[in-house]
């Protein structure tokens, strides 16, 4: 790629080595200094002033020095300190490729260092320096300005208070108020590199790039305006449309609309509040998704209660107005919010209808409630739970003592909430529950009630059962404490999983390791 050719070609080293070779290019090693020459001038004149003899040249004028030529209306040459002054219509010829143009000039043979004022342009190939102030050290082919400068380069054009141009290495060196203007961005920086042959910008500092779709900044970065790919790095960031893309470090492809971000990436969807993120982040717009790995971890954000949800591999499904669509967990995935914790194979989430499926032994866990079934749906309203179905072989758990737990248990099973808290279940099919007899005051154990019935619809209040009524053939139970036994104490598919349960966002990345996952995403059906 064209900036690790970059980043090899900006080796210190290397410039050293180039800057050398200039030099003896143009003869810094040489025994003596060359003389100025004049080869025409349509008036001469001499004259001897405190000693010193001047010869003062008008219309038309070439000096040559080295390899230098000078074309000028009228100047003035001090023959023993071997140098020039030239005014009008300045025009040197550096190199084969560089010319120079101005006002006023002032030329030292001895030291070779060129002073233009007014109206200076420094024409190099296809680029164009403008200023009105530059010297140029033909010893190390440099020129300097610090009175402010812009630089058309092709569709390019860059200004900047003070700057310096190595013509040895194709390269602008600008500090101060930089600004690059692309066809694609208007880049803005406080120290930047310019290549006029692979028109590479290089940036430090805090840097911006802004463009009709792309925003990004950086502290130190690389742009190549050739073919739109701009690496950033240190808290490097991109916002393409609704999209947020952040890191350590970004590799971005504006013509395929591609990003990359490496270590503390964050993939963010402005309008819809949802972030994912990892150690690893990639962005395909064209592709539509973009999804995150290595410790990867989402984010639903809520002002009052945000999810965090870890899994091995996140997505983000992009619909075609570059929106958060939907978001996809799978291997290992556990979420915690204050009032919700959640475990299972595979998750999607349903960013415009709010609502959260759950594949592959899920889990939840509702205040004191431990739900469980083949699958489930959580629907939210206002970032809030409003329902939950579960599905299949679904079973509630609540811990009632140490090594006692009711239970409710049925083949489809509907949870409503309000305030986040679980008011009413219906429980639809082979319901059957457990239930534990305590002393209203006492709070002594009595005995154990088990009842079944076809359907059941059961009333919560303050975290707690207050009522079940079993509708169709319902039939019921109650064991004295002497007859309970470790048979009649659990349902079918009872499991108590509170080793899993996340009680904070960081423990949603501590795993189960006596949990296998099957590997198959039967979620994906449902996409």
Known sequence: MVHLHIKSFKDMRFRLFIIILSFLSVGLFAQENATIILKQADKFIGENING?????????????HDSTTFYCDSAKIDKLNNNF??????????????????????????????????????????TTLYT?????????????????????DGDNVLTSKIGEYYSALNEYHFRNNVVVNTPDYEIKSDTLIYNTVTEVVDFQGYSTLDGEEDFMFAYKGTSDTKNDITILKEHGTVQHKNQILYGDSIYYDKKIEYGYAFKNAILMDIEKEVVIEGQIVEYLKQKGYGYATDSAMAVLIDNQDSLFLHADTLKMILDSA???????????????????????????????DSIISMYQEPVLWSDENQLTSDSMKIYMTNQQMDSLVMYNSALIISQDSTNTFNQIRGRDVIGHFRDNELYQINVNGNSETIYY????????????????????????KDRKIVSIVYMTNPSATL???????????KLKGFKWLEHLRPWSKQEIFIKDSSKKSSGEHTFLDAL
């Open 479 to 489: 064991y004295p404490i002497f007859e309970i036994t470790e048979e009649n104490k």
């Open 322 to 352: 570059d929106y958060a669509e939907k978001l996809i967990a799978f291997n290992h995935v556990k979420f915690f919010r204050e009032d919700l914790q959640g475990a299972s194979d595979s998750l999607v989430y349903h960013v415009n």
């Open 437 to 460: 007899v305590r002393d209203d005051i006492t709070h002594e154990l009595i005995g154990l009630n088990k009842a079944v019935a076809s359907n059941m619809k059961i009333t919560v």
């Open 85 to 126: 002054e030239a005014y009008g219509n300045i025009y040197a010829i550096m190199s084969d490729s560089l010319e120079l143009y101005g006002d006023k000039l002032f030329y030292n043979g001895n030291t070779k260092i060129t002073r233009v004022y007014d109206n200076v342009r420094l024409i190099d190939d296809s």
């Open 52 to 64: 010193i003899t001047y010869n003062f040249l008008t219309g038309n004028v070439i000096l040559i």
């Open 132 to 152: 009105d102030y530059l010297v140029y050290y033909r010893l190390l082919r440099k020129g300097v300005f610090d009175r402010g400068g812009r630089i058309v």
